[in-house]
């Protein structure tokens, strides 16, 4: 087998949970699968981090259920992505490609979680960026 080259001189190798706090982040993946949990319909996002710069390139994930009680959680992303209001409050509901949101930027809202008993930092919200930036504290 032939050997592989590559170079992460500029990757963040870091394992540890990202700290809490607002993040700029990008759509790099969106797909619906089944709930790992329920096997109810739910659609999985993954951003990745532009700022703060000591973390850009990392990970972080998301879910959102297609369950229509909860709705209003991909919904919010949908703002954030930028499609206005109106159009997702269209009767018979909506219809989105998930491959035209990949690269679109938005707000993260991230706070300290235990999942299983292991500490992580997972996405409470997701906003479009003006708005995020509005609620960045003053340095």
Request: one cysteine or more; proline letters at 9%.
């Amino acid at each position: 087998m032939p050997d592989i080259t590559v170079d992460l001189s500029n990757t963040n190798l870091s394992q540890d949970p990202l700290p809490p706090g607002l993040y700029v982040a990008e759509v790099s993946k969106c797909e619906q699968q089944p709930s790992k949990r329920s096997g109810q319909p739910t659609v999985y996002w993954q951003f990745r981090i532009i700022t703060p710069e000591e973390h850009a390139g990392r990970v972080a994930f998301h879910s959102t259920s297609l369950q229509p009680q909860a709705n209003f959680g991909l919904g919010r992303v949908l703002l954030a992505c930028g499609y206005p209001e109106e159009k997702l409050k269209v009767s018979g509901g909506i219809t989105f490609d998930p491959d035209r949101l990949i690269g679109i930027k938005v707000g993260l809202v991230m706070q300290e979680d235990v999942f299983e008993g292991k500490a992580r930092t997972k996405v409470v919200s997701v906003l479009p960026v003006a708005e995020l930036q509005q609620q960045q504290p003053a340095m």
